[in-house]
């Protein structure tokens, strides 16, 4: 497996960088992640290694490299983003993994938590991505910073988008989920969202075993991964 720690230039500093890629010169689709609100850990790398061994060239950069080193505070980092900086940051990602990964065929995006709301933030800011997932992204009504929510933006999501979520959720609720499935259906928009019982938010976090649901995350790479196939290939 080809996996490292790699820096890229966002705004005149460094950041730092998790990126896999295959190791053959085939093209192959990319996938840009956005971490969840516990930061580029071991949960997020198990992901580029998941998505690295079904083909993928992958790339998650680290979110949080605007916010200071010693707040420790999730929520107090969160408070400090905005969605200006990071369409800034994916989409230097992003064109970070077409130019040192090989040839890339199709782009998709996806995240988790935080990162699902972001992931949903990109299917309208950048129709380069031609996939988006969203895993139980909160806040997707809501706006960081000047602009418009993501949720504003539905509008101009110029890919399909696959979702995943918990009947527990308590950010996302089924309601906000519901209401967001609405919006794209009035629009138009080509998405999948799949809601699993017995599942709270972060099912998918495998650190934490107060949440994390094994059926639920199992078949939710399994549609994933189907999704990908189908969207990037």
């Not at 790699?6 to 996938?31: L, Q, S, W």
């Not at 940051?89 to 709301?117: E, Q, W, Y």
């Not at 009504?141 to 000047?146: Q, R």
């Not at 009035?186 to 976090?205: C, I, P, T, V």
Request: aromatic share 10%.
């Amino acid at each position: 497996m080809t996996a490292r720690w790699e820096t890229i230039k966002i705004d005149g500093r460094d950041v730092r960088c998790y990126v896999a890629t295959p190791n053959h010169t085939r093209p192959r689709a990319g996938v840009v992640v956005a971490m969840h609100g516990m930061g580029l850990d071991e949960s997020m790398c198990d992901v580029a290694h998941r998505l690295h061994r079904a083909g993928y060239a992958v790339a998650i950069p680290d979110l949080f490299h605007r916010q200071p080193a010693t707040m420790p505070e999730v929520m107090g980092r969160l408070k400090m983003m905005r969605d200006t900086e990071i369409i800034t940051d994916l989409n230097t990602a992003a064109d970070h993994l077409k130019s040192h990964a090989g040839p890339i065929s199709n782009l998709g995006v996806m995240g988790f938590c935080m990162g699902g709301r972001m992931a949903y933030l990109m299917a309208s800011a950048n129709p380069a991505f031609r996939a988006a997932a969203v895993f139980y992204g909160g806040g997707i009504m809501d706006s960081w910073g000047d602009g418009p929510s993501p949720f504003a933006r539905t509008a101009d999501i110029a890919c399909p988008v696959i979702g995943f979520f918990g009947e527990h959720d308590t950010n996302p609720t089924p309601a906000d989920v519901q209401k967001i499935d609405a919006e794209m259906t009035r629009l138009n928009k080509w998405h999948e969202f799949h809601m699993y019982r017995d599942a709270g938010h972060a099912f998918h976090n495998f650190i934490n075993p107060d949440r994390y649901r094994a059926r639920a995350a199992q078949a939710s790479w399994g549609e994933l991964l189907a999704f990908f196939e189908s969207t990037l290939s």
